[in-house]
């Protein structure tokens, strides 16, 4: 298992501002973070990390400095951003699903919990104030729902013009209104998300636009402190460290995420290799081209022309985040799982009986823990995380489909108390 940085102890480049700075994932490349704007290695074409000349412990980050996200401003590249209160999301135990399933612990990092209902906000709060510093006029993203919402939201509280690029027809109608309300300018294309992304990323080529979509390096910084919470909050509440995290997956951001938030903390001392927790990625059946990478141990992804599934906000067929989330589950000794819409929607309801109430995307982690649990994959002594992305209002028609139906009855008591007879 190999879970060190590129050149954990090598000196600091000369392009670095501040002790950070950018590299390319796999050649030597480095550069300066906010001089230009990158995407991309301008050498190799892959995808890029931020990097530190200083790694700080869990015991380092003070509790005096705040809450949420800007709590491990030591550990992101801006020392402040556009911020709503995002983050600091609970941790909740969910004592029916975790005595049927049959593991020693089971929590819900519910990340529905943010300001606009999605993990969403922990990226933007980090990347708008990255783009504030880079003196652009402009933002923009591809979407299937959570990341317009929260651009947008984000956009707006910076005063900044956001351009979103929707799929017509295949967006959750929750997360198309907040955008609206929040003032971005929505394009619905004929396509589906990946076909959005190629047109985003040509425009942000083009210079007409910031891309804060997960292919840019810092959104995915400030998606790193979700893995800082869920430890921190796991120790707090079981005196242990989660042997797995269970999560969706989408374009992968949040698995190459928390993969780096793990090896910074090996860097600084703070966890052992064999203390870092398995990551597990969960994906829906109808758009599953991460699984298939895993299980036929491929390199690399092959992108899915057609996708389709209920869980709307992982209907991605060509997840970006691939080149680093693939490591990511092979280095912690992970796996990935694709599940039904059925199970997923199975899911939704047995979080909701838990109280715990999410998006069909969501609950595909608790589906995909099921499913590896029945087939011995994880075993009965194993403390366990399962990452819940999106808040249940955010697809309100999915959630009133998974649940009962209402009951007509008569305008007075006497036929209230006889239908309930």
């Not at 985003?200 to 910084?221: I, K, W």
């Amino acid at each position: 298992m190999d879970l060190s940085l590129s050149n954990p102890t090598a000196p600091t480049p000369d392009c670095a501002d501040d002790g950070v700075w950018l590299a390319c994932i796999d050649c030597e490349w480095t550069g300066a973070p906010f001089d230009e704007i990158r995407y991309r290695c301008p050498d190799c074409e892959s995808l890029l990390e931020v990097r530190y000349d200083d790694h700080p412990t869990l015991a380092e980050f003070d509790a005096d400095s705040g809450h949420g996200v800007w709590r491990y401003a030591d550990a992101l590249p801006v020392d402040s951003g556009v911020s709503i209160e995002e983050g600091a999301t609970p941790l909740y135990e969910v004592p029916t699903i975790e005595e049927e399933v049959g593991v020693a612990e089971l929590r819900v990092k519910h990340e529905g919990m943010n300001p606009t209902g999605s993990f969403k906000d922990r990226g933007m709060t980090v990347g708008v104030r990255v783009a504030e510093r880079l003196g652009v006029d402009r933002l923009a993203c591809a979407s299937t729902g959570n990341t317009s919402a929260a651009l947008a939201c984000y956009g707006a509280r910076a005063g900044t013009q956001v351009l979103v690029l929707l799929p017509a027809g295949k967006v959750a109608a929750g997360k198309v209104a907040q955008a609206s309300l929040h003032g971005a300018r929505i394009l619905e294309v004929d396509g589906n998300f990946d076909d959005c992304l190629d047109v985003v990323a040509d425009l942000a080529d083009r210079g007409e636009a910031y891309l804060l979509n997960s292919l840019n390096p810092f959104r995915l910084e400030g998606q790193k402190t979700i893995g800082l919470e869920m430890l921190e909050g796991f120790r707090d509440q079981t005196g242990d460290l989660p042997d797995r995290i269970v999560l969706p997956v989408g374009n992968a951001g949040n698995t190459a995420a928390l993969y780096k938030a793990f090896r910074e903390l090996v860097a600084a001392g703070e966890l052992a290799v064999d203390e870092v927790p398995t990551l597990t990625g969960v994906q829906a059946e109808g758009a599953a081209p991460m699984v298939e990478a895993v299980e036929e141990d491929r390199e690399t992804v092959q992108r899915w022309a057609d996708v389709e599934t209920r869980a709307t906000a992982i209907r991605i067929g060509n997840p970006v985040n691939a080149p680093k989330a693939l490591p990511a589950i092979r280095e912690t000794g992970g796996t990935a799982v694709a599940v039904s819409d059925d199970e997923i929607t199975d899911a939704q309801r047995a979080l909701a009986r838990d109280g715990v109430g999410v998006e069909p995307a969501s609950a595909a982690s608790v589906a995909g823990l099921r499913k590896l649990r029945d087939a011995g994959v994880v075993g009965s002594d194993e403390r366990v995380v399962c990452l819940t992305t999106g808040h249940l209002l955010k697809d309100p028609d999915a959630a009133a489909a998974a649940g009962a139906d209402p009951e007509p009855v008569p305008a007075d008591t006497a036929g209230v108390l006889d239908h309930l007879s």
